[in-house]
């Protein structure tokens, strides 16, 4: 008998330092603590959050219906609105350039289009308290830290390495011998879910936890309430999800998108494709109508990163403040934790 209920899993792509730092993918269940990560020396945030999305759809097969949150507008995008007109303009973006990361949405979209079950996407908030965001999060950027210390292994689909090896990002990236082969014409090493292992088990899903740690991007007390979930979903998070959330993405006809958007606002629908980005979903928080203006310092400063290019950067980011505001609306601030959400390079 088919079990008709939803089966929801949160995914999500880290990259340190992106573009060409650390890189980290991660999904898990919201049922039965079933959870994979992956990632590599060096890669992108958007090779991240399609990889997770790829090994999410290929480890849930079946009639099942599934849904896939992620704070990706780039991933859902990537899936759903802008893969038709991608088809029809020879796979160019709207800057008539070739689309990045082919092999990876190819491989997507041949997912959707022969599981015997549905596919929705549902965009989420980042870093705003969602319990399975954060274990993504956390799992991804714990493999990326990880990936970038040489302490793992290299673990993308093929789809995923053939996608970052054509990227600008591909220049000292560590791919295992084995996986080199199978990418050269050898004999396949990889799984059909992309990977030379089994899944993560609890014991080490709380390693890659205690692992992002060291990230700056992931504090102890997130890892600590990530960390919760490894003995099992939360109660409120075995509810099976029957009522789709109104930001769910379908498989809409292109002559609804129009309608959709106007319901649906949060996702961006404008092929931004050709902009590499770090989690710049967030950047659409609310503030309740309040403004902050004035000139503040970041720090450490970009220059004194090894990445530095010597070039301004675009970053989006909030502020955590805890201060006195006088009548005019003045705040000083001294050493207020600053969240970066995105660091935008474009090509």
């Not at 079933?34 to 849930?60: F, K, M, P, W, Y």
């Amino acid at each position: 008998m088919t079990n008709d209920k939803n089966l929801v899993v949160s995914t999500d792509g880290s990259a340190l330092s992106n573009p060409n730092g650390p890189m980290g993918w991660a999904w898990a269940d919201h049922e039965g603590g079933d959870a994979d990560a992956g990632g590599a020396s060096n890669g992108t945030n958007q090779i991240g959050e399609l990889c997770a999305v790829l090994q999410a759809l290929r480890a849930h097969p079946g009639e099942r219906p599934l849904i896939i949150e992620t704070d990706s507008q780039y991933a859902i995008n990537c899936s759903t609105t802008w893969v038709p007109g991608w088809k029809k303009k020879g796979w160019k973006n709207s800057q008539g350039k070739p689309v990045k990361n082919r092999p990876l949405i190819e491989a997507i979209d041949q997912e959707i289009q022969t599981r015997p079950g549905s596919v929705r996407f549902v965009w989420v908030k980042g870093h705003a308290g969602d319990t399975f965001n954060e274990k993504v999060d956390t799992l991804a950027r714990g493999y990326a830290t990880a990936a970038g210390k040489g302490d793992r292994e290299g673990c993308l689909p093929v789809e995923g390495w053939r996608s970052l090896l054509a990227s600008p990002y591909a220049k000292g990236t560590q791919v295992p011998s084995t996986v080199k082969e199978e990418l050269d014409g050898g004999p396949q090493v990889l799984d059909d879910l992309g990977r030379k292992k089994v899944r993560l088990g609890q014991k080490e899903q709380k390693d890659l936890a205690e692992t992002a740690v060291e990230s700056e991007a992931v504090d102890a007390e997130q890892a600590e309430s990530v960390a919760a979930t490894f003995s099992g979903s939360p109660a409120a998070a075995a509810d099976e999800r029957d009522d789709v959330p109104s930001k769910a993405i379908n498989d809409t006809p292109a002559s609804d998108i129009a309608d959709d958007q106007k319901d649906n606002p949060s996702p961006a629908f404008n092929d931004t494709s050709d902009t590499d980005t770090v989690d710049q979903e967030t950047k659409n928080s609310g503030a309740r109508g309040l403004r902050a203006s004035g000139r503040i310092r970041i720090t450490p400063p970009p220059s004194g990163s090894s990445m530095f290019t010597g070039q301004d950067l675009h970053i989006v980011g909030s502020i955590d403040l805890d201060a006195a505001i006088d009548p005019d609306g003045y705040v000083n601030i001294q050493e207020a934790p600053f969240r970066l959400h995105a660091i935008e390079v474009k090509d």
